[in-house]
């Protein structure tokens, strides 16, 4: 199965430096651009489903991404990792912001109610799971997320241990790329 997995276009937000989590914070104009860039790029691709996040910055990029030609399954399990008390406050570094490093696989706390990383990689696990269990191994799909959920797809597919280095992938905005699983 192909799976061609997505971030979502900018917003606002990114450029300050903001997180976002789960506040729900709209593309900006440079956002719907990359979106329709990230069209351009997948125009060619039969994708035989397109699963979104409901957050309307991934809502969006996959609506301009697809172009109206697929309808497109929205799952919670897709959401932004939850940044709790720290979302709408400028993080220029989590360390320095939290105390600890809320990437690090092995700490299972939710200081400030972040969401642990462990439960990044739960749920995106359990959406390949289904995935699997519900799409036939020569199907193509498109998922459109969030930087933390697509790090937790690339992990769990790539696989990781608790040495991994949870901040070594990076998705631009509007980025897709593809993997086999």
């Not at 979104?52 to 697809?66: G, H, N």
């Not at 912001?97 to 972040?114: A, R, S």
């Not at 937790?152 to 998705?171: A, C, L, P, Q, R």
């Amino acid at each position: 199965m192909k799976l061609y997995i997505a971030r979502h276009g900018q917003t606002d937000w990114n450029i300050q430096h903001k997180a976002q989590g789960r506040t729900d914070i709209p593309l900006n104009e440079t956002g719907r651009k990359q979106a329709e860039r990230l069209r351009e790029n997948i125009k060619d691709i039969e994708f035989d489903v397109v699963y979104a996040s409901p957050l309307s910055r991934a809502a969006e990029t996959a609506k301009i991404a697809t172009d109206g030609k697929y309808e497109i399954i929205f799952d919670d399990r897709l959401m932004e990792r939850s940044f709790g008390d720290y979302e709408g406050e400028v993080v220029d570094g989590w360390v320095e912001t939290t105390g600890v490093d809320i990437g690090d696989i092995k700490l299972n706390t939710n200081i400030g109610n972040v969401e642990p990383v462990r439960d990044v990689l739960a749920r995106t696990k359990a959406v390949l799971d289904d995935i699997k269990a519900r799409h036939s191994d020569n199907e193509t799909i498109l998922i459109v997320a969030h930087g933390q959920v697509v790090r937790g797809f690339h992990h769990n597919i790539v696989g990781y241990d608790e040495d991994t280095d949870w901040w070594s992938v990076k998705y631009d905005n509007a980025e897709a790329r593809e993997y086999e699983i």
